[in-house]
Antibody
């Protein structure tokens, strides 16, 4: 059974940093793109960024809203993905989901989602 | 990147059918057969219900169906049930520069 479990959310002050983790199981982690998606309270879904699988060099792409502040990484040997968030803003307040696609990439859609972890940015 | 356009809300009575539209451009919805749909109940993670325009993951009832015409994709739910009341989001692959785009979401109310 495919599972994604996020952790690391919490309350943080503006300008500070936070790192989220996503522990995966039930599939060969290194073969898949992992995407982070967030949802602000009462709002829609927004992709944050994704990290390609090893077949595509593990390269990373970010949404414009977080580029330069957020960093995604992966540890294929332990099946963990990370989202390091720096210079946090109040508008980064959201539930953050770790996701995996239907196929090795994300084109067809996001089949598996973690339960989400809430990040609240407030002074 | 601009969101795909969905109606803010739709409603229907139990047993009826409803359709939710998702309008994009030739750079996303119209350019690829990579539209997917998600159902989200309050406080829960989104659930994939349609991928590649019209395919259902295992376990999703055939009451849910997807289609596409030009730059607009559609999700149809037939035989509405109370548990279908949820938010629905569309998603499209958008090429190797924009990558992907979500719709703004549609709240389905079962009357």
């Amino acid at each position: 059974e495919v599972q994604l479990v996020e952790s690391g959310g919490g309350l943080v002050q503006p300008g500070r940093s936070l790192t989220l983790s996503c522990i995966a199981s039930g599939f060969t982690f290194g073969d898949y793109v992992i995407m982070w998606v967030r949802q602000a309270p009462g709002k829609g879904l927004e992709w944050v960024g994704f990290i390609r699988n090893r077949a595509y060099g593990g390269t990373i792409e970010y949404a414009a809203s977080v580029k330069g502040r957020f960093t995604i990484s992966r540890d294929d040997s332990n099946s963990i993905a990370y989202l390091q968030m720096n210079s946090l803003k109040t508008e980064d307040t959201a539930v953050y989901y770790c996701t995996r696609g239907v196929n090795y990439d994300f084109w067809s859609g996001l089949h598996y989602w973690g339960q989400g972890t809430l990040v609240s940015v407030s002074s | 990147q601009s969101a795909l356009t969905q109606p803010a809300s739709v409603s229907g009575s139990p047993g009826q059918s409803i359709t939710i539209s998702c309008t994009g451009t030739s750079s996303d919805v119209g350019g690829y057969n990579y539209v997917s749909w998600y159902q989200q109940h309050p406080g829960k993670a989104p659930k994939l219900i349609i991928y590649d325009v019209s395919y259902r993951p295992s376990g999703v009832p055939d009451r849910f169906s997807g289609s596409k015409s030009g730059n607009t994709a559609s999700l149809t739910i037939s035989g509405l049930q109370a548990d279908d009341e949820a938010d629905y989001y569309c998603y499209s692959y958008a090429g190797s520069y924009t990558f992907l785009v979500f719709g703004g979401g549609t709240k389905l109310t079962v009357l």
